[in-house]
């Protein structure tokens, strides 16, 4: 039980002290069982990303990628330059005005 219980704290649930006296046996169990299918499922995506990294093209990457960034904004497509990111930086300092419309790429 006590392996257990270090399972959960690794995992961001509290001390040893607020486990015993924050939660009943039942509740333990069942975060015990869920964290473990977490980290079942953690493992399982770690050997498909390096499985794909291995053995995959540069498409079957990109289509991984795409998978973990559902429902993020996509990157923009052209870096920002050297002169685009000073330009920025001293915009967010505070600095410069900012041109409409300009996110910093040349």
């Not at 959960?8 to 046996?25: A, C, E, F, M, V």
């Not at 973990?68 to 990111?85: D, V």
């Amino acid at each position: 039980m006590i392996q257990a219980l270090e399972i959960l704290i690794s995992r961001g649930h509290g001390t040893l002290d607020q486990l015993k006296r924050g939660y009943t046996l039942e509740q333990l169990e069942k975060m015990i069982e869920a964290a473990e299918r977490n980290r079942k499922r953690e493992l399982a995506e770690l050997l498909l990303v390096v499985r794909v990294g291995y053995h995959g093209t540069k498409d079957d990457v990109k289509k991984l990628m795409g998978e973990f960034n559902r429902g993020q904004p996509e990157p923009p497509e052209k870096p920002m330059s050297p002169a685009g990111a000073a330009r920025l930086a001293a915009v967010l300092a505070g600095g410069l005005k900012r041109k409409a419309g300009s996110d910093g790429r040349d």
